[in-house]
């Protein structure tokens, strides 16, 4: 056991463990957190969100140079691309973004356990270094150990030909065909870096339709812009083997309801049909911590498990698996760890899809209200009607604003289009602060910006845009 004793030890380094250390030791907490890979940040730091985006921004502008700046007077010629000095730049964003992790670490007087952390008993941390096993003493236990790539069955993951996000983010040489499995967030952001590079990308969804979760007419409306850019999709069919034979993987496939077999081949084959809580392996079932039918923590209102001082926040826990939703419970979290009190409205936490253009929603669907019989209104909006837009070349997609047919609160609100993950944030305020669509209609929005769509919107709803 060592003699350092500690308030709050936290396990696991991501966007929500990261952060719940920050603002504990802000409260005065002594505070530890334990790591096991060799860099803070997690998932998304390392092999997900940050260097996804890096990939995502870098494919954009070849295509921008390639495809766009012909209608704005710029003359390129022939435009090319050099792999290594792509994936270096991402790498170096990932290094600069996990090393300002350890920089805040060190600022906050933050120590950093090195190794896989493991609950030994009620107010214990066992840890296995590279040294050795240590136990550390603590007050409170935070659980944020993430999620991990969801398996298929019968499918091998070698991260070389069939990959998950980890190994689609390295791949070399670019593949000339990828068989993108799952046609949610992950798949779409990472197959249209791939695509944008000279990939023939195939998308093949289980269900009748990409973004499953996400507002029905946005994930219309999507694949039909991707497919125009050149994906191709296979909608409600299902792979049942990927095999790896030579330098291809042949798969086999089947429509959802079963039916006759079908042969396809790709040179990589990416398996993104969503993540898995990380609760393997950290002792919960021995000091009898519930988990759920998923295998995912069981909290109450404090984050809180049925067992005192044990905690748990982000992709482990139930709710949707993203990187702000962690921070803010990780916030919340240790807040009411310290007396304070906390809140989240989950509806007003915005999920982003980073393809371009991009998609953005927060707040309830369509879908979701019809179901639980929530009359409401609807107030859309074109970007091709946007002066902004227009000015950019850039105006494929809408703003759709959901509000309360009696009392006109806002409800939810949907955007594909050019920056829809920075344009839901307006959004996302209304919803927290209880705005109805008129309050957004009568905020002035500057001319010309994009964000006129969600104000043209937000009339719409009355039934009074100005610029339609």
């Given at each position: 056991m060592s003699t350092t004793s500690y308030d709050l030890i936290v396990i696991g380094s991501?966007?929500?463990?990261?952060?719940?250390?920050?603002?504990?030791?802000?409260?005065?907490?002594?505070?530890?957190?334990?790591?096991?890979?060799p860099t803070l940040g997690g998932t998304c730091?390392?092999?997900?969100?940050?260097?996804?985006?890096?990939?995502?921004?870098?494919?954009?502008?070849?295509?921008?140079a390639r495809q766009h700046?012909?209608?704005?007077?710029?003359?390129?010629?022939?435009?090319?691309?050099?792999?290594?000095?792509?994936?270096?730049?991402?790498?170096?964003?990932?290094?600069?973004?996990?090393?300002?992790?350890?920089?805040?670490?060190?600022?906050?007087?933050i120590d950093w356990i090195k190794g896989k952390g493991s609950i030994a008993a009620i107010g214990q941390v066992k840890v296995e270094g590279a040294s050795?096993?240590?136990?550390?003493?603590?007050?409170?236990?935070?659980?944020?150990t993430g999620s991990e790539s969801m398996p298929l069955p019968g499918i091998t993951v070698d991260e070389k030909r069939i990959v998950t996000s980890t190994g689609a983010l390295s791949l070399s040489p670019v593949p000339k065909s990828m068989v993108v499995i799952g046609?949610?967030?992950?798949?779409?952001?990472?197959?249209?870096?791939?695509?944008?590079?000279?990939?023939?990308?195939?998308?093949?969804?289980?269900?009748?339709?990409?973004?499953?979760?996400?507002?029905?007419?946005?994930?219309?409306?999507?694949?039909?812009?991707?497919?125009?850019?050149?994906?191709?999709?296979?909608?409600?069919?299902?792979?049942?083997?990927?095999?790896v034979e030579g330098e291809k993987v042949n798969l086999t496939l089947e429509a959802a309801a079963g039916g006759s077999p079908e042969k396809m081949q790709a040179d990589v084959v990416l398996l993104a049909i969503g993540r898995r809580p990380y609760s393997e392996g950290l002792g919960l079932e021995k000091i009898g911590v519930k988990l759920d039918e998923r295998k995912r923590v069981a909290v109450d209102h404090h984050f809180q498990t049925n067992v005192k001082g044990i905690y748990a926040i982000g992709d482990v826990i139930?709710?949707?698996?993203?990187?702000?939703?962690?921070?803010?419970?990780?916030?919340?979290?240790?807040?009411?760890?310290?007396?304070?009190?906390?809140?989240?409205?989950y509806?007003?936490?915005?999920?982003?899809?980073?393809?371009?253009?991009?998609?953005?929603?927060?707040?309830?669907?369509?879908?979701?209200?019809?179901?639980?019989?929530?009359?409401?209104?609807v107030g859309k909006f074109p970007f091709s009607a946007n002066g902004r837009a227009r000015a950019m070349a850039d105006t494929e997609g809408f703003a759709?604003?959901?509000?309360?047919?009696?009392?006109?609160?806002?409800?939810?609100?949907?955007?594909?289009?050019?920056?829809?993950?920075?344009?839901?944030?307006?959004?996302?305020?209304?919803?927290?602060?209880?705005?109805?669509?008129?309050d957004i209609a009568r905020t002035s929005h500057a001319h010309p910006t994009l964000n006129e769509v969600v104000k043209e919107a937000a009339l719409a709803v009355d039934g009074r845009q100005i610029h339609i």
């Open positions: 991501g966007p929500g463990g990261y952060v719940a250390a920050i603002r504990a030791a802000q409260l005065g907490m002594k505070t530890a957190c334990v790591e096991m890979s730091l390392n092999v997900g969100c940050i260097p996804s985006k890096a990939l995502l921004t870098s494919s954009e502008k070849y295509t921008e700046f012909a209608v704005h007077g710029i003359k390129t010629g022939d435009v090319s691309f050099d792999l290594p000095t792509m994936m270096a730049h991402k790498n170096k964003v990932v290094k600069d973004n996990t090393a300002g992790i350890e920089y805040l670490f060190k600022k906050n007087k050795g096993t240590q136990t550390y003493a603590t007050k409170n236990i935070l659980i944020a046609g949610g967030v992950i798949g779409l952001e990472l197959g249209s870096v791939w695509q944008r590079l000279g990939t023939e990308v195939t998308v093949v969804e289980f269900l009748d339709r990409i973004l499953p979760t996400m507002d029905g007419e946005l994930s219309k409306t999507a694949q039909k812009i991707l497919g125009k850019q050149g994906m191709q999709f296979k909608l409600s069919t299902k792979v049942t083997s990927a095999k139930a709710g949707a698996m993203l990187a702000h939703k962690a921070e803010e419970e990780g916030v919340v979290a240790v807040e009411m760890m310290a007396g304070q009190s906390g809140h989240i409205n509806d007003a936490i915005p999920g982003v899809v980073y393809t371009w253009p991009e998609i953005a929603s927060v707040g309830k669907t369509e879908e979701e209200l019809k179901k639980a019989g929530i009359a409401y209104k759709k604003i959901l509000a309360d047919a009696k009392t006109d609160r806002v409800l939810g609100a949907h955007i594909i289009g050019p920056d829809a993950g920075t344009m839901i944030a307006e959004l996302a305020l209304a919803i927290e602060f209880s705005a109805s669509s008129e």
